[in-house]
């Protein structure tokens, strides 16, 4: 499942869609609107499971009409980066605002993973990276 920019009109969805890929290897998470602390609760227990059952995973992180987080998930995504900052071998970020480009640049510090930022236009290619020699 993908979203194209100014697709979400009309449409009824929570904050959070997740998606295992390759067997569980690659979780792609797509954020809409506002994270906030449900919406880590919603997810990272499906992250926390597969990295139980393969070890490492990937994550494809596409934001579409994202706006950021709450102090709470701020908080929640600190503490996942932390509990699993060797579990993951690579992130993709997909979005479409400048911001968003530069939170690969911010994250890298807290990770161990391989990060790129592919634009909303570039989701084919983030795919094909992620799942790369899987």
Not at 5 to 28: A, D, H, P, T, W
Request: neutral net charge.
């Amino acid at each position: 499942m993908s979203f194209k920019k100014g697709s979400l009109e009309n449409v009824e969805f929570e904050s959070v869609y997740v998606e295992e890929q390759f067997g569980g290897r690659v979780v792609k998470v797509i954020a809409a609107g506002k994270l906030t602390r449900n919406s880590y609760r919603s997810f990272t227990p499906e992250l926390d499971s597969q990295v139980k059952k393969h070890g490492k995973i990937r994550l494809l992180f596409e934001m579409i009409e994202f706006d950021g987080w709450t102090m709470g998930a701020v908080w929640d995504d600190l503490k996942f980066g932390c509990k699993h900052f060797n579990h993951i071998e690579r992130i993709a970020i997909v979005g479409d605002r400048k911001w968003e480009k530069a939170m690969a640049t911010v994250c890298k510090p807290f990770t161990r993973a391989k990060v790129r930022y592919f634009d909303i236009s570039e989701i084919d290619e983030a795919e094909n990276w992620i799942s790369e020699d899987l």
